[in-house]
């Protein structure tokens, strides 16, 4: 690889292959474009995300073979050198991470995306060798990220249907409008804009990224156009971020801002906070309407408010364009001569930075603490004032990280495998909140792949960035420009995953190694020196790369046609109930992947269907051997353990039922809807237990189960007041029911009048609540009590009311 100061960087009008290189770089060019428009390749743990997610695996294996046989046509120049190597033990301690894996088939999907993430690595790499190329990649990915920006836009303005039209033949989802689905999200906090990427924290970190890549293309692009261009893009990417409602990016914004602004001369630092300071003024005067407009267009659309939007926008920009223009004309050379001294000081990009941060936190307290927050919309103002530590995102985002130290614990050295915190975070959650996401990259990539992951990760982070660094001042500010969108973008979002799981976007993670390799192609010296040939390590590095890419190809490829069949198997469902028909495309999507969770269950329903009409062990074998086979790898899949008991309950088999609840109690200690259940069943086996030491057994189970549920309870009182709980952990009537029913059997008919008595519903037409209501007669009745206004209620819904008390009462325990 080249470094800064050499001329081993090849010119377009020398290189080898040229063809080879367009080629890449629009395979490139379309995957990323393809890519932003799939919900942004989210990992969401999920089966209706993972066949973008295979599609991408295919796509970059494809790429890969393409950027080896540019390297081998190029070898003369392209090298082998540190960088692209160890790239390679990411994947590789995710493999490693197999062994311990909570979830072998999310721990296989991190595998595959892990893999693609370091192949992309590798392609930018050799692009970023190539003068003309590397700019052209680096007009690509801002160019994506200005269509993104005014997608999310016309979605605001109610312009999502059409535009949605441009890309729905990428496989874009809509709603019935015809819009991007939830390109604008409403969520407690109201309207808030995500575009593609339909989550608001993550689409504010793109766009801090891609407007200090704007601020730095101003000054870098020669024409006036692209001055213009990029200056009048400003407005739009900072409404963006307001339309957002993160307040994470917001606070991270500045910090970020300042840390570049060290890498800058202090005469482009002045001209960065001008640029923002001039589009930031325009954006806060048209910050107002815009925002009206866009909330009343989301219940309503009018073609008049659309328009009116649109030019405040448009206009607001072009102003904001024009003011730029004209300062990179006429201001820009007066503070380079102004500032000339100071930049020779070695002091001197630090200075200016310093009072930034003065600057950003007085401006803060204007926002913020005064009266001058008036001049926001008032969603924007809420977001502003509940910036604090003591509000519930910090608090339980805290909670999250105190949480995910828990499964380091007992996954120490080489994790949990990948997608462990989805598979495993109720079982350590210390309160019962849902989130499939750790909202921190590190803390999760720490659980995925252990202490020897993270650390075979930091290392690699923290030696390209500190190259990268260390060259960039050795050298001129011609070759600094040259690779610093990549720097800008991958410290950007890297930042910002401190506080937010942006990179379970795998379009988010191709995009920031593809800025890692970027900036590799301009701090390696050296090549990678081994004691052997060149020529051999060659052919064995692109050997190496060849098998995995075919592999992947193989592998994606097959999981792409899995996936297929599956879908086909749901369609199928709506229109048929043939079971031959039903079955065929599970079995094939089963072969592929035995194991998958989604694939097990949708045939292990259909069978226990098929079971309860049929009655032939046949398929109650079959489902339970698939059920079997699945939990083997995901044993804290809750669907699947809920889809076993289904099955069994098919037969009555309550003891298997009950064991089942018993031996998984521990993974869902904050599931009410699993206590009572399992409360129940305890209930039922112990009411027609055989003798008394078995029917204690079940009791004490019930009751232990009631004692965790009032120790949670308890617990959930010492969280912090800001601090939400999450889904509803208390005592139902059910788990009241279930309690008294237990203290009833083992003699304690006061405990048991109490319990249900506190709990009794007047709603007769739930059947819990009637016989909640008939145990609570019971009760009455043996303690020579009598409660004839109940009585003839639950008379009124059940005619044997009267014999079912009577059983109860009568019944030896």
Known sequence: MSTYGYSTTKNSKTSDGLQLYWLLLGLVTLFLFWASFRVALFNGQDQAFEQSIYISILWSSLISILTIILIEKNSKWIQITLSSIIVFLLPLSYLISLISSASQYLAINMLLITLMYALFFITSQVLSQHTTVNKLLTYVITTIAYIIVFFGLFHWLGNGPLITTLVKWLGSPTISSGAYKDAVMVDSNGARLTSVFQYANTYAAYLMAFLFVAAFLIGKSRSWWSKFIHGFMLVPIILSIFLTLSRGGLVLLPVVFVLLLVFLKPYRQLMWILHLAVSGIVTIIILNPVTDLGLQLQSAFSVSQSLTGWLYILIGSAVSGGISLALEKWVSPALEKATGNLSNKKWGNFLIPVGGIVLGALLLFVLVGTSAKNILPENIQTRLENINFEQHSVLERLTFYKDAMKVVKDYPIIGAGGGAWSALYEQYQNNPYTSRQAHNFYLQYLIETGILGFVIFAAFLIYIFVQYIRGYIKVNEEKRSEHFVYFIIAASILIHSILDFNMSYAYIGVLVFICLGGMTASIESKPFKLKIKPKTLRTVYSATIGVISVVLLIVSGLFISATNSFIEAQ????????????????????????????????????????????????????????????????????RLLMTLNSLYQSKKLDQDIFRVYEANAYRFPWDISWYEQYMHIGIQLAYNAPDSATRKTYIDTVLNSLDHINKGIKHLRTLPEGQFQGKAFEITPNVALRAGQAYYMQGQTQEAYGMIKSHLQDDLSNVINVEMMTWYLAASEKLGMNDEDHFNKLVEVDENAKDSIGRIVTKKF
């Open 571 to 638: 369609e199928l469902r709506e229109v048929t109930n043939n079971y031959n028909e039903l079955v065929a495309p599970l079995n094939k999507a089963l072969i592929i992947r035995g194991n998958h969770p989604d694939y097990a269950i949708e045939k292990a329903t259909l069978l226990t269907q098929v079971y309860r009409q049929s009655q032939s062990d046949e398929f109650y074998q079959e489902a339970e051997k698939t059920i079997h086979t699945a939990i083997k790898t995901d044993p804290s899949n809750k």
